[in-house]
Nanobody
């Protein structure tokens, strides 16, 4: 099983990026998927999650209104659209997938709820 994250890069404050996370090796179309990030010297923090049912999304407070998580079940891919980026959004962004509880309406925020992790993609926001 592999989760391949992409789409990171360098952007100016106020700009946008769209991250993608393509899964291979098994289908996660009906399982929760999420995004986390980790800045240098800080712990990994929750960004956004989408339920296995696809009908529920959840965001960390600082991302609400700026970030949007979505998924394409046919492509086994989850996306993170990031708008109005701020320098404090600079971090390595990781996607994660839950291998349990298919079709669950939950969108977990705790890293321990996820079973598979991607390698991360760097997002740098300049001021």
């Amino acid at each position: 099983v592999q989760l391949q994250a992409s789409g990171g890069g360098l952007v100016q404050a106020g700009g946008s990026l769209r991250l993608s996370c393509a899964a291979s090796g098994r289908t996660f179309s009906n399982y929760a998927m999420g995004w986390f990030r980790q800045a240098p010297g800080k712990e990994r923090e929750f960004v956004a999650a989408i339920s296995g049912s696809g009908g529920v999304t959840y965001y960390a407070d600082s991302m609400k209104g700026r970030f949007t998580i979505s998924r394409d079940k046919d492509k086994n891919t989850v996306y993170l659209q990031m708008n109005s980026l701020k320098p404090e959004d600079t971090a390595v962004y990781y996607c994660a997938a839950r291998g349990r509880y298919a079709y669950s309406p939950n969108a977990p925020q705790a890293p321990k709820e996820y079973d598979y992790w991607g390698q991360g993609t760097q997002v740098t926001v300049s001021s």
